[in-house]
């Protein structure tokens, strides 16, 4: 099966769904004694991304959701169409009860951002700093666009607290050195809470999210992970199409043995303006 079909199946099954709402359930447990959710107040999503996913989740809370990212320019190729597509989808797992306007989206540069100062009640971003050029100027945005006493909440990863059991150590060593290189700042949570202290934040809190696997089921975040990896890496550190499927081989034997291990780290800052 393709990424492509792999994609749309999940789509249509809610998996990808069920994936998002743990996000939101995170991220209303750390920010639950902080903010009152209660009431409609005004978001900001920082890098929104295609999809989508935290933007319509929010706006079906029945908040005031901005989203902010290069990919929101209007757009009808193939792939713009396809991405229509995969949002009806993933707006038919809540049973149609998401809401689809996109008059809030906005197609900005988040070194930049194009609102005025003390806008928002809470930005919140998902999985996106660790992509960004230049972390502390985005940072000093933020920090311009919440409102006094505003909370910011970032999810990123440390690529370092990745580990996946194999038989070839070496080359195992080799993938995920060579998986870094897909990312800007592979290891960002190490220093984020001193680079937002930086920007005149407070930080209120840290926390980690650990996604753990023992077994490599279709539906788990270590296929995923797995599918992406393997192909990414060929092309980069001397690695080929031949050692990415033997690392894949091995990840499955270890499946089959009743070995499987993987285990990855998300970080959540949460932080106060």
């Given at each position: 099966?393709?990424e492509?079909?792999?994609?749309?199946l999940?789509?249509?099954?809610?998996?990808?769904?069920?994936?998002?709402?743990q996000?939101?359930a995170?991220?209303?447990?750390d920010l639950?004694?902080?903010?009152?959710?209660?009431?409609?107040?005004?978001?900001?999503?920082l890098?929104?991304?295609?999809?989508?996913?935290?933007?319509?989740?929010?706006?079906?809370?029945?908040?005031?959701?901005?989203?902010?990212?290069?990919v929101?320019?209007?757009?009808?190729?193939?792939?713009?169409?396809?991405?229509?597509?995969?949002?009806?989808l993933?707006a038919?797992s809540?049973?149609?009860?998401?809401?689809?306007?996109?008059?809030?989206?906005v197609?900005?540069?988040v070194?930049?951002?194009?609102?005025r100062e003390?806008?928002?009640?809470?930005?919140?971003?998902?999985?996106?700093?660790?992509?960004?050029?230049?972390?502390?100027?985005?940072?000093?945005?933020?920090?311009?666009?919440?409102r006094?006493?505003?909370?910011?909440l970032?999810?990123?990863?440390?690529?370092?607290?990745l580990v996946?059991?194999?038989?070839?150590?070496?080359?195992?060593?080799?993938?995920?050195?060579?998986w870094?290189?897909?990312l800007v700042?592979?290891?960002?949570?190490k220093?984020l809470a001193?680079?937002?202290?930086a920007?005149?934040?407070?930080?209120?809190a840290?926390?980690v999210h650990?996604l753990?696997?023992?077994?490599?089921?279709?539906?788990?975040?270590?296929?995923?992970?797995?599918?992406a990896?393997?192909?990414?890496?060929p092309?980069?550190?001397?690695?080929?199409e031949?050692?990415?499927?033997?690392w894949?081989?091995?990840?499955?034997a270890?499946?089959?043995?009743?070995?499987?291990?993987y285990?990855?780290?998300?970080?959540i800052?949460?932080?106060?303006?």
């Amino acid at each position: 099966m393709t990424e492509h079909a792999r994609f749309l199946l999940d789509l249509t099954r809610g998996r990808r769904a069920a994936h998002e709402r743990q996000l939101a359930a995170w991220r209303r447990r750390d920010l639950d004694s902080q903010v009152d959710f209660s009431r409609p107040i005004a978001i900001l999503d920082l890098a929104n991304g295609r999809l989508r996913p935290q933007y319509t989740l929010l706006k079906r809370a029945g908040h005031r959701v901005v989203g902010v990212d290069l990919v929101n320019r209007p757009a009808h190729d193939l792939t713009a169409v396809a991405y229509r597509v995969a949002r009806w989808l993933y707006a038919r797992s809540f049973n149609g009860d998401v809401a689809s306007s996109d008059d809030t989206l906005v197609c900005g540069n988040v070194t930049a951002l194009p609102f005025r100062e003390a806008s928002f009640d809470l930005v919140t971003s998902v999985a996106a700093f660790e992509h960004f050029l230049d972390v502390p100027r985005v940072i000093d945005e933020l920090h311009r666009v919440v409102r006094p006493g505003g909370r910011a909440l970032i999810l990123d990863t440390d690529w370092d607290s990745l580990v996946w059991h194999t038989s070839d150590r070496e080359l195992n060593r080799r993938i995920t050195a060579a998986w870094d290189d897909h990312l800007v700042h592979p290891h960002l949570p190490k220093v984020l809470a001193r680079l937002m202290r930086a920007a005149g934040f407070t930080v209120t809190a840290q926390r980690v999210h650990v996604l753990f696997n023992t077994e490599l089921t279709e539906n788990s975040f270590s296929a995923f992970d797995m599918r992406a990896v393997a192909k990414y890496v060929p092309g980069h550190h001397d690695l080929t199409e031949a050692d990415a499927a033997a690392w894949v081989a091995d990840l499955q034997a270890r499946s089959d043995a009743g070995e499987f291990f993987y285990s990855l780290n998300r970080y959540i800052v949460t932080a106060t303006a």
